[in-house]
């Protein structure tokens, strides 16, 4: 079975800085994805950014990146320029490639990410 | 957004109640699952369904029961509920293909006293 291990309960940043939210993940697989979910108060889950695991190229939507190492199983998330609206719990999850469709995701605990103004 | 629905979104019931908790999808995905999120675990996975009447465990199924006769509607049911079950149930929804994302639904919260 996969496990996903975020080590950072909470981090805090100052508004505009930019912060790195750690991820670890165990699987014997050699295909799978990687994601970042965001939730904010109201609860709802939002995809942040998706890696395919094939793909060596870290994957990048504006402000959001990864560092992917798949050797050491690190799926890292870097926020750049910080902004009041990413004060919200984050995410990060598995999906087997074998599966298809009917694997669900494996999530990690979670980081509480506080955004100083 | 994704079509989903959740209902109820909040519920309190009492110890050995039965509950069923319904998700409502408008995308014609083939692919739901029920999750449940507590404190200090993130989103575990309780069942899921790759069709309709084909369903299937997840990590933390015991004392959970769903059923899909139809595309668009997954129940999931709590024959007796238990105190341990006090929690957010988050039902998602997926296409075919392994690398496309799971769109959740707004939550349900559930607390059973």
């Known amino acids: 079975a996969q496990t996903v291990t975020q080590s950072q309960p909470e981090m805090s940043v100052q508004e505009a800085e930019t912060v790195t939210l750690s991820c670890t993940y165990d699987?014997?697989?050699?295909?799978?994805?990687l994601f970042w979910y965001k939730q904010p108060p109201s609860r709802q889950m939002i995809l942040v950014i998706r890696q395919e695991a094939y793909k060596q190229q870290n994957a990048t939507e504006n402000r959001f990146s990864v560092n992917f190492q798949k050797a050491a199983k690190s799926f890292s998330l870097k926020i750049s320029d910080s902004q009041l609206g990413d004060a919200a719990m984050y995410f990060c999850?598995?999906?087997?490639?074998?599966?298809?469709?009917?694997?669900?995701?494996?999530f990690g605990k979670g980081t509480h990410l506080i955004i100083q103004p | 957004d994704a079509g989903i629905t959740q209902s109820p979104r909040h519920k309190v019931t009492e110890t050995g109640t039965p509950v069923t908790l319904r998700c409502h999808q408008t995308?014609?995905?083939?692919?739901m699952y029920w999750y449940r999120q507590d404190p200090g675990h993130g989103l575990r996975l309780i069942h899921y369904s790759y069709g309709v009447k084909d369903t299937d465990k997840g990590e933390v199924s015991d004392g959970y029961s769903v059923s899909r006769s139809k595309t668009e509607d997954f129940l999931l049911t709590l024959e007796s509920a238990t105190s341990s079950q006090t929690s957010v149930y988050f039902c998602?929804?997926?296409?075919?293909?392994?690398?496309?994302?799971?769109?959740f639904g707004p939550g349900t919260r559930l607390t059973v006293l």
């Open positions: 699987t014997s697989e050699s295909d799978y994805y």
């Open positions: 998602a929804i997926s296409e075919e293909q392994s690398y496309n994302e799971q769109f």
């Open positions: 995308e014609n995905h083939r692919y």
């Open positions: 999850a598995y999906r087997s490639y074998s599966g298809g469709g009917a694997d669900g995701l494996t």
